[in-house]
């Protein structure tokens, strides 16, 4: 199976006067269709850089970056990226403002309402579409920008830190209806985070990060049942993986 998107010893460095900082050295690895991947690494170490190269929002210094097969050179347009901050505008409802992408697109808003309500339903939001931002908590506004990410079908959903701003419990919610919706929608995410509990509850794959300059540490491949519950963090599977994580980033 061909990977949906490879990286092949990505480089990024950034300029500023005449200082350089390294943020990416030569980064490798694969993301396959439908699987979940997720990378962890110190703050600082280019989890977000890589997230915007793979996006095309950034340009790698060095290497390259392969989705579906083509180079990324610009902003793809066939991706959902759904960052920290849910980025809703507030004088919107939830439909609206997950209809936003689709009138951006220049696509035809009334052919795509069905299926807004349908994503509002998927995440939980059935009864509040049409509720304002700031009548919503912090874990239904990020519901609302998952929902725009996923409204015009693509087959990789990009997530960069999307849960760090919410609380624990809400994260932990979060976490769950995320892996609902990844189990039916069928998509490949890439999902970055400084969690190393959230990043082996997630994912299929585990990417670890060097701090900067950001190197692939170590891949691990995650052996625990899905569907999965909280329960399962009392695993000793799972407890297991935690520590071999923090072994490899050195935190104590």
């Known amino acids: ?18 200082d350089e900082v390294i943020a990416l050295e030569e980064v490798s690895f694969g993301v396959e269709p439908e699987e ?28 390259e970056v392969r989705v579906a097969g083509i180079a990324v050179k610009s902003p793809l347009t066939n991706i959902g990226v759904v960052f920290q901050s849910p980025v809703l505008l507030a004088w919107r409802k939830a439909l609206d403002n997950v209809l936003l992408q689709i009138e951006a697109r220049g696509l035809d808003v009334d052919a795509y309402r069905q299926r807004a309500l349908d994503l509002l339903e998927l995440t939980g939001l059935r009864g509040f579409e ?20 996923l409204i015009h079908e693509p087959p990789l959903l990009l997530m960069d830190e999307p849960f760090g701003a919410l609380d624990a419990i809400t994260r932990d919610e979060m976490n769950l209806e995320l892996l609902r919706i990844w189990s ?33 540490a170590d891949i691990m491949t995650i052996d625990l049942p899905r569907p999965r519950t909280t329960s399962l963090r009392d695993d000793q599977k799972f407890i297991g993986y935690v520590r071999k994580i923090r072994e490899r980033l050195g935190v104590q």
Do not use: W
Request: glycine share 12%; net charge positive; with cysteine.
């Open 130 to 149: 049409n509720k304002y931002p700031n009548e919503l908590s912090g874990g239904m506004q990020q519901r609302v920008s998952i929902s725009r990410a």
């Open 1 to 18: 199976m061909a990977s949906l998107i490879q990286y092949e010893r990505v480089r990024k460095i950034y300029n500023s006067g005449n």
């Open 184 to 216: 039916e929608s069928k998509k490949t995410v890439l999902f970055i985070t400084h969690s190393i509990p959230e990043a082996v509850f997630l994912g299929d794959r585990v990417v670890v990060m060097t701090p900067r300059p950001g190197k692939v």
């Open 36 to 63: 979940f991947v997720t990378v962890v690494g110190r703050s600082g170490c280019g989890k977000s850089t890589l997230l915007k190269i793979t996006a095309g929002l950034l340009p790698a210094t060095g290497g």
